[in-house]
């Protein structure tokens, strides 16, 4: 694990902590790699359930833009779109329920990260966004998911618009199990935790893969990879990344 992301195991549950409140936990490679490296250690521990959260007030800004100024070519950003894809397949994969208790808004690959979730709890005054359009990149993973769960011209409202959706919003369209007051997010998860830990762990795994299957096709990643690699080996990803550390208007080729 990195310092920036906790691990936990007590009475069955898994707890993974992004613990970067400072930069409002924004992702950087190394953290990608202990979340999905924290879920092969809760199924070694043999949990019942994983519950992902943060700590301070946001649960995720996205990726650390430093980390997307520094890609310079291809093969950066296909380790780049290698390593993030790798945290979402573990959660996908893992054999027990990932309950995701957001603890604030969450943007970008934060956003991802939450739909990748089995069941999502949120603050009801949090939102949500995926601005990755705005920095030349695109929301590689968050853009197919969103299609299957709530259609295209929905998903296409969010993924090229990169307008905030409200919590209660998400919840109606279908992203997330639950949105209640930032204080109830807490005991919520844990009542969700509770009720899985009575059933069979056997009926979760075949359940969670089922629920799962409808949401891959196969070749899909290479073409996730294909994506960021196009936009890398052009000016703009890179420009959108330089822009917003240096906080002015970015300036795309026509």
């Known amino acids: 694990m990195t310092k920036h992301v906790t691990y936990e195991f007590a009475d069955g549950v898994s707890t993974i902590r992004l613990d970067r409140p400072e930069k409002?936990?924004?992702?950087?490679?190394?953290?990608?790699?202990?979340?999905?490296?924290?879920?092969?250690?809760?199924?070694?521990?043999?949990?019942?359930?994983?519950?992902?959260?943060?700590?301070?007030?946001v649960f995720c800004a996205g990726d650390d833009i430093q980390s997307l100024a520094d890609i310079e070519n291809p093969r950066d950003a296909r380790e780049l779109a290698d390593t993030v894809l790798g945290c979402f397949g573990a959660v996908e994969r893992s054999p027990v329920p990932v309950v995701a208790a957001a603890n604030g808004s969450a943007y970008g690959g934060g956003f991802?990260?939450?739909?990748?979730?089995?069941?999502?709890?949120?603050?009801?005054?949090?939102?949500?966004?995926l601005p990755e359009t705005r920095i030349g990149a695109y929301p590689f993973y968050g853009a197919k998911?969103?299609?299957?769960?709530?259609?295209?011209?929905?998903?296409?409202?969010l993924a090229l618009t990169g307008r905030e959706l409200g919590a209660e919003e998400a919840v109606e369209w279908g992203l997330f199990a639950r949105a209640v007051d930032e204080n109830e997010v807490e005991d919520?998860?844990?009542?969700?935790?509770?009720?899985?830990?009575?059933?069979?762990?056997?009926?979760?795994?075949?359940?969670?893969?089922?629920l799962n299957a409808s949401l891959r096709f196969p070749g899909e990643d290479e073409?996730?990879?294909?994506?960021?690699?196009?936009?890398?080996?052009?000016?703009?990803?890179?420009?959108?990344?330089?822009?917003?550390?240096?906080?002015?208007d970015p300036e795309f080729a026509e």
């Open 24 to 57: 409002l936990n924004a992702m950087t490679l190394p953290m990608w790699d202990a979340v999905a490296d924290g879920l092969d250690r809760a199924d070694d521990d043999g949990a019942r359930a994983v519950v992902l959260t943060g700590s301070g007030r």
């Open 223 to 248: 073409a996730m990879r294909n994506g960021l690699g196009y936009l890398f080996s052009g000016p703009d990803a890179r420009e959108g990344a330089l822009s917003f550390l240096e906080n002015r």
């Open 145 to 157: 998911r969103l299609a299957r769960l709530v259609g295209r011209q929905r998903a296409a409202d």
């Open 112 to 129: 991802e990260l939450l739909i990748s979730a089995d069941l999502t709890v949120v603050p009801r005054d949090a939102v949500f966004a």
């Open 188 to 210: 919520t998860v844990s009542d969700i935790v509770a009720a899985l830990k009575r059933s069979s762990p056997a009926s979760l795994e075949t359940t969670k893969t089922w």
